[in-house]
């Protein structure tokens, strides 16, 4: 008997989405179901009239928008002219993922599970709304509505008897096959080449331009308590283009102490190269990452060795430690009864991943290679507002950065990665180069630099309005008052 493949698609601002969506994926190949995970936009939607088992699962940002890598998905699964039969075929279920203090609690959720409905698809369950607020986070719904799920799928597509469900203490195959060479192939120099080389095509998260800093100045008084710096990079020659209210995106990198930490911990060589192979066909190479690749440059920029770890970490580092202790507690954590104990140990405290490795030294030092990226996400881009016009400065980009940096229970303070790492670079000591990329922003300014304007921005920070300021100045406007 045939078992239909199963289609977990997602929608993720900051990651937690997708972290959901790979757990749904993990516990389906658990229950020998075939399964594919993939981001929204990168699934070619019109395929799905032939899907025949999907799960959705998507968050909302600000004010009930959908995250960026669903908005084409979005306004496609919207158009008018898609018939009511169009998904007749298909049992869905969708997950959200959103935080109750917002007046458009998952809101993406919801209307997503009723345009499927007009579709004329069939909903295995009603939509799962986790929520960021409550105190266990939002596996709190996720956990009862998921087994529910479970139950509901294998229940209209069994597996045939001969296929045992595996257990959970068993790790599952890695999604890649590390393969260690002593000297870099032929292809290394071109591997290792991820910046935009082509002048004419504008730079982006898959090939971002390398920046050169020009200055790095605090410019907040040295008493003050936030540590604000003024940022200058050159972008001549990068193609970028920008307007007042566009946003700039920069990929961070670890600290090279916690890089050397993170590879004494698992005992690696940061100078050693490696090629992946991936276990499974039509499975993507990472984006991002050379091929062939350092360690170090593994560690340093790929691995978010600093965010805090989800409960998904503590699954898979269960399944790969063979001591008998650290194993325990990290199946306990991993519990859906252990969530308050793995919230007070992690979340409150703000504990990374690398701090977690540290305080289970005997697992960490047995983690196989192989598993690095099952186990540690990707570091994800951060987006600043851009603080300068390219009327005023030509070939140039300015960004105002307040440096992260607060207290918990933790005796180390804890610091943005982003802004840490910006804030250490020094262009005086040698050349110094940022990945970043421009996309358009959602402040919009009026098109006539002689429209009045009052700027107001909670939250938003006064980086907007110095950009805006700038481009009137350089159009001769007078009369500008910029109040803090």
């Excluded at 956990?143 to 045939?160: F, N, Q, S, T």
Aim: net charge neutral; with cysteine.
């Amino acid at each position: 008997m045939q078992v239909p493949q199963l289609l977990v698609l997602f929608g993720s601002q900051t990651g937690t989405a997708q972290d959901e969506a790979e757990r749904l994926g993990r516990e389906a190949r658990r229950r020998r179901l075939g399964c594919r995970v993939q981001a929204l936009d990168s699934y070619a939607v019109a395929d799905l009239i032939r899907e025949p088992l999907v799960i959705f699962v998507c968050a909302t940002t600000g004010q009930g928008d959908p995250p960026d890598n669903m908005k084409n998905f979005w306004r496609f699964i919207f158009r008018k002219s898609l018939l009511s039969t169009s998904l007749c075929q298909m049992d869905f279920a969708v997950l959200g993922l959103g935080d109750s203090s917002y007046a458009k609690f998952n809101f993406v959720a919801k209307k997503l599970h009723r345009r499927l409905l007009q579709l004329g698809a069939s909903a295995l369950l009603p939509p799962c709304l986790g929520d960021d607020q409550h105190e266990l986070g939002p596996d709190a719904a996720i956990d009862p509505w998921l087994g529910d799920l479970w139950k509901k799928i294998m229940r209209l597509y069994p597996v045939p008897l001969d296929f045992p469900e595996i257990p959970l203490g068993i790790p599952l195959p890695s999604k890649f096959i590390f393969q260690f060479v002593q000297e870099v192939p032929s292809v290394g120099t071109e591997g290792l080449k991820l910046a935009s080389s082509d002048p004419q095509r504008p730079p982006s998260e898959l090939q971002p331009f390398l920046a050169p800093v020009i200055t790095n100045q605090r410019v907040t008084g040295p008493q003050h308590f936030q540590d604000v710096r003024l940022i200058e990079f050159d972008i001549t020659g990068s193609s970028i283009s920008y307007a007042a209210g566009d946003v700039v995106s920069i990929m961070p990198s670890n600290s090279e102490t916690h890089t050397q930490q993170f590879c004494r911990l698992l005992g690696l060589n940061p100078k050693q190269f490696f090629l992946l192979t991936p276990r499974e066909p039509g499975v993507p190479h990472p984006p991002g990452l050379p091929q062939p690749c350092t360690v170090s440059h593994l560690v340093s920029r790929y691995l978010d060795i600093a965010s805090v770890p989800r409960r998904s970490f503590f699954e898979l580092l269960a399944c790969l430690s063979p001591h008998g202790l650290e194993r325990e507690k990290l199946l306990e954590f991993s519990s859906a009864r252990g969530q308050e104990e793995l919230w007070e140990y992690c979340n409150r405290p703000r504990r990374t991943i690398l701090e977690v490795l540290c305080d289970f030294p005997h697992t960490a030092a047995a983690i196989p290679p192989d598993y690095l990226l099952d186990l540690i996400p990707r570091i994800r881009p951060r987006a600043f507002s851009i603080a300068s016009s390219l009327l005023a400065h030509p070939g140039r980009l300015q960004i105002l950065v307040a440096v992260v940096q607060y207290q918990t229970r933790l005796k180390e303070p804890r610091r943005g990665l982003c802004s840490s790492w910006l804030a250490s670079l020094n262009p005086e000591q040698g050349p110094v180069q940022v990945p970043l990329w421009v996309r358009p922003g959602s402040l919009m300014f009026p098109e006539t630099p002689d429209t009045p304007i009052i700027m107001v921005g909670p939250g938003t920070g006064v980086a907007p309005f110095r950009a805006a300021i700038q481009e009137r100045v350089a159009h001769s406007q007078t009369g500008l008052l910029l109040a803090d």
